[in-house]
């Protein structure tokens, strides 16, 4: 696979993850889309326990970095309703969501904010990853257009 090291790295970039290097390995890569989808979510995933276990140096820097502090009061907010309404299948469609923001580090954060079992949470997390990056690959294989 033509630039694994670079789609690795910013699959692992917060803000970028899957929706950003798959379009990249399919479009300017020109690499199998199946492949990119598979290596690209499945290294996608690993970020779900990383973030499980970094996440009272999450606590300490959100405590002393205010944009960090901003961001994890407005992510419990938006999230907050429809995780306690519908916990596992909440978080599952909010991942899901091919936009920034929805990735695997916002589900892992959000499923540690709301204190949900770690092992349903990195389920949950890991099928929303899977949708979403199915989702980013058929779009950036043409199968939906805004054109007519």
């Known amino acids: 696979m033509k630039g694994l090291l670079r789609l690795l790295f ?40 990383l973030v499980f276990l970094l996440w009272d140096v999450a606590l300490f820097l959100a405590d002393k970095i205010k944009i960090i502090d901003t961001y994890l009061k ?23 969501v091919p936009l920034p923001g929805t990735g695997a580090y916002s589900g892992a954060f959000i499923a540690e904010l709301f204190g949900m079992d770690k092992k349903k949470a990195f389920v949950s997390v890991s099928i929303g990853l ?3 990056g199915f989702l980013v690959m058929l779009m950036s294989m043409g199968a939906f257009s805004l054109k007519k």
């Open 10 to 49: 910013l699959t692992f970039v917060p803000g970028v993850e899957l929706r950003g290097s798959l379009p990249l390995s399919i479009l300017y890569y020109h690499n199998n889309p199946f492949a990119s989808f598979f290596v690209l979510t499945a290294f996608n995933i690993l970020i779900v326990p």
């Open 74 to 96: 407005k992510l419990r907010k938006r999230s907050e309703k429809a995780v306690e309404k519908y916990g596992f299948w909440a978080l599952t469609l909010f991942v899901a």
């Open 130 to 132: 899977l949708i979403a």
